[in-house]
């Protein structure tokens, strides 16, 4: 039983792995195969308890998805602001981007695998083509976009961490969030004051 446990989460993780990789959204294949996996929506008569089911309801596996998604993001833009600001606030803040994110990253990933929730292996189309369309920027014009992209964000990340905290029902996501919300809401008063410090 162990072992044919294993071989779905190989199944599983291959298929994200192929679906990620193709012209699918990554966020959108890690949903899907959740959607799958949720147990709340089975008809119990019917369950097949030889597949990889989640130990969380569809609600929880979308807040884990949409936390890779964007602390996944959040790496990725703090890199790039590391390599093209001249700004020595930003050029810090991006370093605090790749290490407090690579730290909730990582745990969150070790979460998810213990409840068997998909998570993206890359990020979605809409954050990379936001990283994209922030790339072909230089200069000053770079600064000013990544920082409001930064503000925008870390007040959607704030909501995020706030309502799962809140209405979560799987404890240790819920413990997840309450205990990253105090970071991103350190992480937004930050940019904000970068911000301001630009206008001067």
């Given at each position: ?6 071989l ?10 192929q ?16 959607n ?7 008809d ?7 597949k ?24 990725m833009?703090?890199k ?23 730290k909730a990253n ?11 929730i ?10 990379q083509?936001?990283?994209d369309?922030?790339?072909k ?12 992209a930064m503000?925008?964000g870390?007040?959607s ?7 799962e905290?809140?209405?979560g029902?799987?404890a240790?996501?819920?413990?997840f ?9 350190a992480?937004l ?9 630009m206008?001067?």
């Amino acid at each position: 039983m162990k072992k044919l446990s294993m071989l779905m989460v190989a199944a599983a993780t291959a298929f994200c792995m192929q679906a990620c990789h193709s012209n699918k959204d990554s966020k959108a294949a890690a949903d899907s195969m959740n959607n799958a996996h949720d147990t709340t929506k089975m008809d119990t008569a019917k369950k097949d308890t030889t597949k990889t089911v989640m130990t969380v309801n569809g609600d929880d596996a979308k807040f884990a998805v949409n936390a890779a998604d964007g602390g996944m993001a959040e790496v990725m833009l703090g890199k790039l602001a590391q390599e093209k600001t001249t700004n020595p606030a930003i050029k810090d803040f991006g370093a605090m981007m790749v290490t407090d994110h690579s730290k909730a990253n990582d745990e969150l990933k070790a979460l998810a695998k213990s409840k068997n929730i998909a998570l993206p292996l890359v990020v979605s189309a809409d954050k990379q083509k936001a990283y994209d369309d922030l790339n072909k920027k230089t200069g000053a014009d770079f600064d000013k976009a990544y920082v409001d992209a930064m503000i925008d964000g870390h007040k959607s990340t704030e909501k995020l961490m706030k309502d799962e905290s809140k209405d979560g029902k799987d404890a240790d996501l819920q413990a997840f969030a309450t205990k990253v919300l105090p970071t991103v809401q350190a992480h937004l008063i930050k940019i904000q004051d970068i911000k301001k410090s630009m206008k001067k």
